[in-house]
């Protein structure tokens, strides 16, 4: 018996010197000799030995297999990050004449996603990042077992932030495009990422830490996460971040991110930001901040034409003629869409994949990204009556629509809609605290009426308003159209 477990530690201490510690084979060695006696002793150890060996043997094919698995994968991996990188692809897209040249701005930010790229590389062949996917599910599960890995990543992620229309979102999706298709990585917007995390908070509720263990199950299906339009408005989002992104970074997530805001300015003045604070702070000590300096607005460089946005009350019939024309021959009636959670939303009309919807039904009601996700992953259009100014007086209904608009550029949707004024015009009520402090107050000599009485201050729909008349005027153009048709 001494020997038989004297040889099973002798394989363990030889796979241990060469790739750390591993789990204790499951023997099937009773310990108690009471219970043997005479032959039948002999009968149980010749049993347990060839139990044993086998345990082995099994044990040392599927250590082996799991490390031949994973050097074919960097094989793979390497011969892939030798032949491409998003510069690479940048400039073939150029000498293509897909995009515009001479942009510095944007040639400094492909440098920084070349450097993440050649790293995130560089580690996976060095056996430091756990990149793979789980398709070889035997060798993979093996793998992330026996061999030891680090908590926080050893490379940093990237955090690109600056004006609107500056190619951001682009240039992220080109670096995750070229990534190996095996890697564990996950592009989403911000907007839906929020949208799993409740709703993976719910499924777990009652769990002593759910944010941790939600965290796990994002972890497991991707270990770089690129994250599209990071903004945080809502104070329920914002005391979840620190801690969930606590957990993600032990976890050794890597992240990619874009916004519009610098990480310092992030849910600026809103509800106990002070708990947000450390978010912040490991943000910025996780990822390389990148700012994108560049003045220029390609979305504004399309053809600009008006499209289906219609100025006016009076071209409420051209928009309802349009509808007409594009269900053609269908029926638009009442329909009833699933969003997150078994919730549903009333689409007043729908048919042939567009719905038509008066402003008030969509914006003015407490509705959110969850219903606005619903609705356009069953309709590819949206004809919206009667979009208003924004101002003071109508300040939520403002940030419904601003979320309707990021939703509906995310999914590639199409809008019809009449509007009392140009997108230009649509927040022209809005303003941040740094733009109303330059705004001379009112006088002896200026009447009350010349005041703005519905100037509407406010950081988040201020910083917002560019991003959303930029969106709306590239979504009119001529090329979103017929590249969505």
């Known amino acids: 018996m001494g020997r038989i477990v004297g040889s099973v530690r002798h394989f363990r201490s030889a796979l241990r010197g060469q790739n750390g510690v591993l789990r204790r084979p499951k023997c099937l060695i009773e310990n108690n000799h009471n219970n043997f006696h005479g032959g039948f002793v002999d009968r149980v150890i010749s049993t347990n030995v060839e139990k044993i060996n086998g345990s082995v043997r099994q044990n040392a094919f599927m250590v082996s297999r799991a490390v031949s698995t994973e050097t074919a994968a960097k094989e793979t991996v390497?011969?892939?990050?030798?032949?491409?990188?998003?510069?690479?692809?940048?400039e073939r897209r150029i000498a293509a004449s897909e995009l515009a040249d001479g942009d510095t701005c944007q040639l400094g930010t492909l440098r920084e996603?070349?450097?993440?790229?050649?790293?995130?590389?560089?580690?996976?062949?060095?056996?430091?990042?756990?990149?793979?996917?789980?398709?070889e599910k035997t060798g993979r599960w093996l793998w992330a077992r026996f061999i030891p890995q680090s908590s926080y990543s050893s490379v940093k992620g990237l955090y690109l932030y600056g004006g609107v229309g500056t190619g951001k979102t682009m240039l992220m999706d080109l670096f995750y495009d070229q990534l190996p298709c095996n890697w564990r990585k996950k592009r989403i917007h911000f907007h839906d990422f929020m949208l799993n995390v409740h709703s993976h908070l719910q499924k777990h509720k009652g769990v002593a830490d759910p944010?941790?263990?939600?965290?796990?199950?994002?972890?497991?299906?991707?270990?770089?996460?690129?994250?599209?339009?990071?903004?945080?408005?809502?104070?329920?989002?914002?005391?979840?971040?620190?801690?969930?992104?606590?957990?993600?970074?032990?976890?050794?997530?890597?992240?990619?991110?874009?916004?519009?805001?610098?990480?310092?300015?992030?849910?600026?003045?809103?509800?106990?930001?002070?708990?947000?604070?450390p978010f912040i702070a490991i943000l910025k000590e996780r990822c390389v901040a990148y700012e994108i300096a560049s003045s220029v607005d390609y979305r504004k460089l399309t053809s600009a034409q008006q499209g289906?946005?219609?100025?006016?009350?009076?071209?409420?019939?051209?928009?309802?003629q349009k509808f007409r024309e594009l269900i053609g021959e269908h029926e638009?009636?009442?329909?009833?869409?699933?969003?997150?959670?078994?919730?549903?939303?009333?689409?007043?009309?729908?048919?042939?994949?567009?719905?038509?919807?008066?402003?008030?039904?969509?914006?003015?009601?407490?509705?959110g990204a969850a219903d606005y996700l619903g609705l356009f992953k069953n309709f590819h259009t949206l004809a919206l009556e009667g979009v208003p100014i924004f101002g003071l007086h109508n300040r939520a209904a403002a940030y419904r629509f601003v979320t309707l608009v990021d939703v509906m550029y995310e999914n590639k949707a199409r809008l019809m809609c009449t509007a009392e004024v140009s997108p230009l015009q649509l927040f022209s009520k809005v303003v941040t605290i740094a733009d109303a402090q330059h705004i001379a107050p009112r006088t002896a000599s200026r009447s009350k009426g010349a005041d703005e009485s519905d100037l509407c201050v406010d950081n988040e729909l201020g910083f917002a308003k560019d991003r959303i008349i930029s969106r709306l005027t590239e979504m009119n153009s001529r090329e979103y159209l017929e590249h969505h048709a």
């Not at 390497?78 to 032949?83: F, Q």
């Not at 062949?125 to 398709?135: H, I, R, W």
């Open 211 to 277: 944010l941790e263990v939600v965290a796990g199950e994002i972890s497991d299906e991707a270990i770089l996460l690129c994250l599209d339009e990071f903004m945080v408005t809502d104070v329920a989002d914002a005391l979840i971040l620190n801690r969930l992104f606590g957990h993600l970074f032990s976890n050794g997530l890597i992240l990619v991110a874009t916004s519009n805001r610098a990480p310092e300015n992030l849910y600026e003045n809103g509800l106990q930001r002070d708990l947000f604070l």
């Open 332 to 367: 638009a009636r009442p329909r009833e869409v699933e969003v997150v959670m078994g919730r549903t939303l009333q689409v007043p009309l729908g048919a042939k994949g567009c719905a038509y919807f008066e402003f008030d039904e969509l914006c003015n009601r407490p509705l």
């Open 78 to 90: 390497s011969a892939e990050l030798n032949k491409a990188g998003p510069l690479v692809e940048y």
């Open 308 to 320: 289906f946005y219609f100025i006016g009350k009076d071209s409420l019939e051209l928009l309802k």
């Open 113 to 135: 996603l070349q450097r993440l790229y050649d790293q995130l590389g560089e580690s996976a062949d060095a056996g430091k990042l756990n990149l793979y996917s789980y398709s």
